[in-house]
């Protein structure tokens, strides 16, 4: 019998700290050619749309199928010998832990050495799983955060200092966080360009994770002509889906082929020397899906929980 679990169940069963270590692997794995996977395609209907992305593991065995049209979001894991459902994950906390976990995975490799300010972007829901998972990949002392909306931007604030030993602090600009951060992320669904770089530090880490459709844009391409490095989780994904990435490359300011995906960094343990400033541009993969959602399943067959116990989506 297929397993369904709710979101609750999710959570209970994976945190941050065991989403970086199993992101972290699944990157190693697919530096091995252990992996396979179908980039996101989308599919529009009257008022929403469909998005879909799959991977699977040779290892594991298991097929895994993502597929959102907001707000219904799930991952479904599959047996490749059968094709047997083996579970069906309500997929919102679980899909936003593994895109954290990716930047922190990023981190830990492309940060700075001496990486004590993250800068944030964005105070949503997103925004909260990056500065989890950036404070346990790295010596973060002090996080500041700018928003557009003050009350948004406090109360974000609020909860990141009841869970994270950091100092947290709001800032007036973009300009003014953009100037303090070793670690610059931006978690925002815009779609015109919010800085050119033009007032990072001389080194510095860029994670742009919101510009994962053609039409968003979050990082000029003045700012990626700054960049010594441009490393993403998935190179035929960004092809397709990260919009300044693509307009990057139309414009002649950067090539495909000098995009580094991040199995390769994390593989090699690093980057030596390390460029002086990097972007990590993150789309979401189904790879990371996969990670995570056969960590839970395993995490549940190794407490004997059964179907008929769990919560439905």
């Not at 599919?43 to 298991?62: C, F, P, V």
């Not at 199928?65 to 979001?73: D, F, H, K, W």
């Not at 925002?188 to 510095?204: C, F, H, I, N, Y």
């Not at 000029?220 to 998935?234: A, G």
Request: hydrophobic share 45%; with cysteine; aromatic share 6%.
């Amino acid at each position: 019998m297929a397993l369904i679990l709710s979101q609750r169940e999710t959570e209970k069963l994976i945190d941050m700290p065991r989403a970086l270590r199993v992101v972290e692997g699944m990157f190693r794995d697919r530096a091995e050619g252990k992996l396979q996977s179908l980039p996101r395609r989308r599919l529009k209907g009257s008022r929403k749309q469909l998005n879909i992305m799959a991977a699977y593991h040779s290892e594991w065995d298991l097929l895994c199928l993502r597929a959102y049209a907001m707000p219904t979001n799930t991952i479904t894991l599959y047996s490749g010998r059968t094709g047997a459902i083996q579970a069906i994950f309500a997929a919102t906390y679980l899909s936003s832990l593994r895109t954290g976990a990716a930047s922190g995975v990023a981190a830990r490799y492309l940060a700075p050495r001496v990486s004590s300010t993250l800068g944030v972007i964005g105070p949503g829901w997103q925004a909260a799983f990056q500065v989890a998972a950036i404070v346990h990949a790295c010596p973060v002392r002090e996080v500041l955060v700018f928003g557009r909306n003050p009350k948004k931007t406090r109360e974000f604030i609020r909860q990141m200092a009841s869970r994270f030993r950091v100092d947290l602090k709001e800032s007036a600009a973009i300009e003014e966080v953009e100037a303090a951060a070793d670690i610059f992320v931006l978690a925002t669904d815009a779609t015109s360009p919010m800085t050119d770089g033009e007032r990072l530090k001389g080194e510095v880490l860029v994670i742009s994770m919101g510009a994962n459709q053609p039409v968003k844009h979050e990082v000029s391409s003045q700012l990626i002509r700054r960049m010594d490095l441009v490393v993403t989780d998935d190179p035929a994904t960004a092809q397709t889906d990260s919009g300044d990435l693509i307009a990057a490359c139309n414009a002649g300011i950067l090539r495909w082929e000098d995009v580094v995906p991040l199995e390769r960094v994390v593989a090699e343990g690093g980057v030596s020397p390390r460029p002086k400033k990097i972007l990590f541009q993150s789309n979401g993969i189904a790879d990371e899906d996969l990670a995570v959602a056969r960590y839970v399943l395993g995490q549940i067959r190794r407490r004997g929980f059964r179907a008929k116990k769990l919560a439905v989506i």
